[in-house]
C-alpha cells in the first residue's frame, strides 16, 4: 500500500536524529515567528513592498527626460500641502532658467515662493557642495529666503553641510531614497491595489 505522504518519515527521522538543543533552537524561532502579531507581518510586508516601489520608481525617473523630473516634483510637492491650487505651481525650468526648475507660490499675493531645483543623475553620482552654492546663488538672485534641491541620487556630506549652515536661505535637501519614498508616500506615480482594514 503506498503511504500517503512518502517524505514525511524521511523528515521525521531526520528531525528525531537532531539533537535537543538543534530541535530546542528550532523551537525558539517558532516561538519567535508565532510572538510577531498579523498586523506586524502586514506591516513589515507593506513595508519591504513600499521600499522595492520607492527604488523602481526612483530607477524608472532617472531613464526619463529632466523635464519629466521637474514635473513630476512640483507635483509631490503639490501633493505634500505646497500651493494652494495648481495654478501657484509654476514650472521654469529649462535654457537659461538660471539654476532654478519650478516656483511654487505659497499665498495668492505671492509674497512667500518655495523655489525648486531637480536634478536627475545616475544612482552611483553625488551632488557636491559646488551645485548646492550655484543653487543659494540664485536664490539670493531672485531674493528668495528658501528652497528645496531634489536629486534621483545622492548628496555629498559636504553638501548637506553646506546646506545646513548656510544662513542666507533656508534649504533643504532630498536625495533619491527620500524623493522615491515621499513619491509612494503621497502616491504620486504609484495606484493602489487592495487595501486592508
Known sequence: KAKK?????????????????????????????????????????????ESALATDIV??????????LELVILELLHAMGYGASDTDIEHVGGPGDEGVDGVIHQD????????????????????????????????SGLGANGGVFITTSTFSSEAREY???NL?????LID????GQLMVKHGI??????TYS
Open 176 to 179: 533619491g531614497n527620500e524623493f
Open 59 to 68: 530607477q524608472r525617473v532617472r531613464n526619463l527626460s529632466p523635464k519629466f
Open 168 to 172: 542666507s536661505a533656508r534649504i533643504i
Open 5 to 49: 505522504f512518502d517524505e514525511f518519515p524521511d523528515y521525521a527521522n531526520a528531525w528525531s536524529g537532531r539533537s535537543n538543543s538543534e530541535q530546542h533552537a528550532t523551537s525558539d524561532v517558532d516561538t519567535v515567528e508565532s510572538e510577531i502579531t498579523p498586523q506586524e507581518r502586514i506591516e513589515s510586508a507593506v513595508g519591504e513592498i
Open 108 to 139: 495668492t499675493l505671492g509674497l512667500q515662493r518655495i523655489y525648486v531645483q531637480a536634478k536627475r543623475y545616475k544612482a552611483d553620482s553625488t551632488i557636491g557642495r559646488p551645485d548646492i552654492q550655484k543653487f543659494v546663488g540664485a536664490l
Open 163 to 165: 546646506a545646513n549652515k
Open 189 to 194: 506615480g504609484v495606484q493602489k491595489r487592495r
